[in-house]
T-cell receptor, first 112, second 117 residues
Framework: GQQLNQSPQSMFIQEGEDVSMNCTSS?????WLWYKQDPGEGPVLLIA?????ELTSNGRLTAQFGITRKDSFLNISASIPSDVGIYFC????????????FGQGTRLTINP | NAGVTQTPKFRVLKTGQSMTLLCAQD?????MYWYRQDPGMGLRLIHY???????AKGEVPDGYNVSRLKKQNFLLGLESAAPSQTSVYFC????????????????FGPGTRLLVL
């Protein structure tokens, strides 16, 4: 089946630093989504990207939909303690059931 | 709106026992999904439904059955639980092709932690 490669798998940073993570795929997707998961909770949508080349911001978060439609990145600027969690990318097809294919996740740890 | 809710939150089963996980959404979403999450593997799709009365297999359907008798509910059943089914189960829903403000966005429930001994 389709797979997404998400990197890095984990990050240990100091508060205030910027963060960058990315996802690549062997398949084309029509939508890229970035979710954050806190411990014991379900994933919460951060940013949705619908067009190749699209660059979208949500506060300190910025994400881009790659031109080839096979990759996406997420940047977090000036990290704060509440940014701690696991970040997942997900690719979505346009047709049918619009199923999501998830990356393995990036675990973010922040040292105050 | 409560969004997507799941019951129970946590359950321990013995091998061979059966159980049903319930997912409910109050957003009038057309599509519903069941995922499982295992360490280091992200979320994998078990079964999904594109409307009331319809279900389909996802990536890892073996050992599970589902039913969508009402639009707002999506049930996941384990007929004979196995230790390999120890996982965290998430339900999600979306407007899907029926439209809505964000047709493709999937909203997730808080999860059900299942331990099979």
């Amino acid at each position: 089946g389709q797979q997404l490669n998400q990197s890095p798998q984990s990050m240990f940073i100091q508060e205030g630093e910027d963060v960058s993570m990315n996802c690549t795929s062997s398949s084309i997707f029509n939508t890229w989504l970035w979710y954050k998961q806190d411990p014991g909770e379900g994933p919460v949508l951060l940013i949705a990207l619908y067009k190749a080349g699209e660059l979208t911001s949500n506060g300190r978060l910025t994400a881009q939909f790659g031109i080839t439609r096979k990759d996406s990145f997420l940047n977090i600027s000036a990290s704060i303690p509440s940014d701690v969690g696991i970040y997942f990318c997900a690719g979505q097809g346009l047709q049918g059931a619009q199923k999501l294919v998830f990356g393995q996740g990036t675990r973010l740890t922040i040292n105050p | 709106n409560a969004g997507v809710t799941q019951t129970p939150k946590f359950r321990v089963l013995k091998t061979g026992q059966s159980m049903t996980l319930l997912c409910a959404q109050d957003m009038n979403h057309e599509y519903m999904y069941w995922y499982r999450q295992d360490p280091g593997m992200g979320l994998r799709l078990i079964h999904y439904s594109v409307g009331e009365g319809t279900t389909a297999k996802g990536e890892v359907p073996d050992g599970y059955n589902v039913s969508r008798l009402k639009k707002q509910n999506f049930l996941l059943g384990l007929e004979s639980a196995a230790p390999s089914q120890t996982s965290v189960y998430f339900c999600a829903s979306s407007y899907g092709l029926a439209g809505g403000p964000e047709p493709r966005t999937q909203y997730f429930g808080p999860g059900t932690r299942l331990l099979v001994l």
